[in-house]
C-alpha cells in the first residue's frame, strides 16, 4: 500500500504528462468517472461538504485501522477533484491523514486553475476528509 506522498508524487507524475488545461480537465473527467461510488443511502445532507458550488457528498468508514472514503458529486470536475483526494487519503490511518500537506495541489496547478468558487470547494473537501480523520482518531 502506497502512502500519502507516493501517491502525490503519482498524480503529480501523471498531470505533467499533460501539455495544457483541456487535457487536463479531460482527465480530471475521467478520474471522476472512476471514484467508488458512495452508497445511495450516504447521499444525506448531512454527508454534502459545506462551501462547494456543486453537490459533494462524502462518507467515510474505518476498516482495518484506515479510513476509506466514498464519495460523488453532481458536476463532473468536480467529481474530479473529490476523486483526486480520496485516491490520496482513502486507505490511509488517521494521523496520516491529519499529518498529510497538500502541496501537490499547487504543484499540479489545479487550484490557479479553477474559479475562485471550486477553489474554495477543494479547501472544504480538504477540510472536511481531515474532520472525518480526526473523528476516526478521537475513537482509537
Known amino acids: 500500500m502506497s502512502?500519502?506522498?507516493?501517491i502525490q508524487e503519482e498524480i503529480v507524475e501523471e498531470f505533467e504528462m499533460f501539455d495544457d488545461w483541456m487535457q487536463r480537465y479531460e482527465y480530471m473527467i475521467e478520474l471522476g468517472k472512476s471514484l467508488p461510488l458512495i452508497d445511495e443511502q450516504?447521499?444525506?445532507d448531512e454527508n454534502i461538504i459545506?462551501?462547494?458550488q456543486s453537490k459533494v457528498?462524502?462518507?467515510?468508514?474505518?476498516?482495518?485501522?484506515?479510513?476509506?472514503?466514498?464519495?460523488d458529486s453532481d458536476a463532473i470536475i468536480t467529481k474530479g477533484i473529490i476523486?483526486?483526494?480520496?485516491?490520496?487519503f482513502s486507505n490511509q490511518e488517521p494521523q496520516a491523514i491529519l499529518d498529510a500537506n497538500t502541496d501537490f495541489i499547487d504543484e499540479?496547478?489545479?487550484?490557479?486553475?479553477?474559479s475562485p468558487t471550486r477553489a474554495n470547494g477543494l479547501v472544504s473537501m480538504i477540510k472536511?476528509?481531515?474532520m472525518?480523520?480526526?473523528?476516526y482518531q478521537a475513537k482509537k
Not at 132 to 135: D, G, I, S, T
Request: aromatic residues 8%; proline residues 0%.
Open 3 to 6: 502512502n500519502i506522498k507516493e
Open 42 to 44: 450516504y447521499k444525506t
Open 50 to 52: 459545506k462551501g462547494c
Open 57 to 71: 457528498w462524502v462518507h467515510a468508514d474505518m476498516k482495518d485501522g484506515k479510513v476509506v472514503f466514498t464519495a
Open 83 to 88: 476523486a483526486i483526494l480520496i485516491r490520496v
Open 108 to 114: 499540479i496547478g489545479l487550484k490557479e486553475h479553477l
Open 128 to 130: 472536511q476528509l481531515k
Open 132 to 135: 472525518y480523520a480526526l473523528a
